[in-house]
Structures are given as C-alpha cells and as structure tokens.
C-alpha cells in the first residue's frame, strides 16, 4: 500500500548536490556571476600566513543567495548550510561558523558597490535585464538609535528664541551696570547729596559692580556658546528634515511599516525582474523626493535610461510627472 519509508536508510555512494539544483535555479545564476567577479581587492585582505581560511568567493555566494532569499542573519544563514542543500551546495558542504560569516560581511565587504556593479554588469550581459521597466520602491528600517535621544526643530527653534531673549537681558544689565560705574566715576557737581562720600565707599562700589560684570560676561559667553551648538544641530539636521538623532546624525524619526514611529531610514531600491539595479538609504521619511536621485542611480549604474517606472502613489508629485516626462 505504501512505498518504503526509512529515515535512517543510508547511501552507498551519496548523492550529488549538483543533481539537485535545477538549472534555472536562482543560485546557479549568482554562483555564476560570483565565479567571474574581479575579487582581488578581497583576497589581498587575507594574511599569508597562518591557518586557511575560507574562500571569499564561497562566502559571498552564501552571503548573496542569503540576502536574495531574505535570510540576513549570520546565525541562521550558518544553520542553513547544514540544513539546506541549496546553501549546501553553493558553499561545497563546508560549514563556516555564524561568527566566520559576519566576519567576512564586517571586515572584507567594505568596497560592496564595486561587487554589485560587476554583478549588475554580469546580467546585463546575459540578457537577464534591459532596463526597460523599473520597479520602484522602499522601506523603513530601525537606526541604531535610542528615541530619546532625537533633536526636534521645533523644540531647538523654541530654545533659539529663549537664549536670544536671555542674551538681550543679559546686554540690558550690563548697560545697567556701566550706567552706575559713570554715576559713581562721574564729574564732581556742586550738588549736595546729604551722604557722605568716601573713596573707601566708592571703591567697595566700583568693585562690586565689576564683580557683577564679570559674572554677566561669563553667563554671556556660555549662553552665546549654546546657541551656537543649537546652530550647529540645525545645520546637521538640514533643511529638508524636522528631526535628527544626537546619536547617529543621519537617522530621522520616522513612521515604521510595523505602524510605529522610531528613528530610521527610508531604503530604496530599484529593480528589474527581481535584479537590483540601484539603491539608496536615505534620511527623508517619505518617497517623493526620492524618485529622482534613485532614477540617477540606475542611469549611472546601467549607462541606461529607463523606458517606463512602476511606483507606487508615495512618489506621486507633480515634479516626479514632469521629471519623468522629459
């Protein structure tokens, strides 16, 4: 009724990987293209000396065919080459650990755009992309930056005008205190004041109120020194934005797709038939600007003008429409 069914059943000769994997499969494409990439600016990262270590070529097909697949973690991409006969396969049944894995991604990754520019060629030479139609879109990813810890326009716009505004009194007194210096150095009058005055009086005078002064030129020069730093955040948050994080300037709190606001980034990518032709992080929260500088991506990327773009209603604006146009 039933075919044999043995789990522990072994093989005499085991079966080859390479008879698995179809032949239109996603992983022999980026074996391929891995194959034929210049990776020499890698390779001179390794020592001469010491243990062997790993090929980069097998770490980036399994680094690469990981990303394509969604699996962006070390861990679990260090699982998959032992569960997973694809992943098997592309890494010829060795089995780096997930720290070997990040290591590579961390410390030999470092000239990326170069890669994915040789990869991107690869494909366009094989006929697998045009640049005829462009799919366009993006997504919002977590900073490595605490929420408290976010500089708001407003909030620094609203300190600008206090510290002015304290400048202002702290100049007013100061005038104050110079009035009373010229009544007290004053010329002599013939005017009788009824107290009797000493120089012992005038000097204790004359010498509290440069004790004053000095303390109102030490509060001027600290609150000068604040609005400067409040300048300072304005001109790293730029223009175009109404936040910044303290912690890592190009983060900006923006609205998750998980439906809550944190500081992130607005990654962009540009694709054909599932290929990336471009990408961008960005700091802007939503897309319209973005429609422009991801087109310039693609055209330098590709030396190629897009026919037509698909994009979703974030980037409708008239100026997109007439970018487009032309």
């Not at 293209?33 to 890698?42: E, G, T």
């Not at 006929?127 to 977590?142: A, F, M």
Request: proline share 2%.
């Amino acid at each position: 009724m039933f075919k044999p069914y043995v789990q522990s059943q072994g093989q005499l000769l085991p079966q080859s990987l390479e008879e698995s994997i179809a032949a239109d499969h996603l992983a022999r494409l980026i074996s391929h293209a891995v194959d034929h990439l210049n990776i020499s600016a890698i390779e001179r990262l390794y020592a001469t000396n010491g243990q062997h270590a790993y090929h980069p070529s097998m770490l980036l097909k399994v680094l690469i065919y990981g990303y394509a697949s969604g699996i962006r973690s070390s861990r679990k991409l260090a699982d998959k080459l032992n569960e997973d006969i694809v992943f098997m396969w592309l890494a010829g049944r060795q089995t780096p650990d997930f720290r070997t894995i990040a290591d590579f991604r961390k410390d030999k990754l470092a000239d990326f755009k170069t890669l994915f520019e040789q990869v991107l060629a690869t494909c366009m030479d094989i006929g697998l992309i045009r640049v005829g139609t462009i799919s366009l879109d993006g997504s919002k990813i977590l900073a490595s930056a605490s929420k408290n810890k976010m500089q708001y326009r407003k909030q620094l716009l609203k300190r600008k005008i206090n510290l002015k505004e304290k400048i202002d009194q702290i100049i007013k007194e100061a005038d104050d205190l110079d009035a009373e210096e010229e009544r007290l150095y004053g010329s002599q009058t013939m005017n009788r004041t009824g107290i009797v005055i000493t120089k012992e009086k005038v000097a204790a005078s004359i010498k509290k109120i440069q004790k004053k002064k000095q303390t109102l030129n030490k509060h001027k020069a600290i609150t000068k020194a604040q609005l400067s730093s409040i300048k300072q955040k304005e001109k790293t948050m730029r223009k175009d934005r109404n936040s910044y994080s303290s912690t890592d300037a190009d983060a900006t709190l923006m609205m998750m797709k998980e439906g809550y606001i944190a500081p992130g980034y607005n990654i962009q990518l540009a694709t054909e038939h599932q290929v990336i032709l471009g990408y961008g992080v960005f700091s802007d929260r939503n897309d319209q600007k973005l429609l422009k500088p991801m087109m310039e991506e693609v055209t330098a990327r590709t030396k190629r003008k897009p026919e037509s773009v698909l994009a979703d209603a974030g980037y409708g604006r008239k100026m997109n429409y007439r970018y487009l146009k032309h």
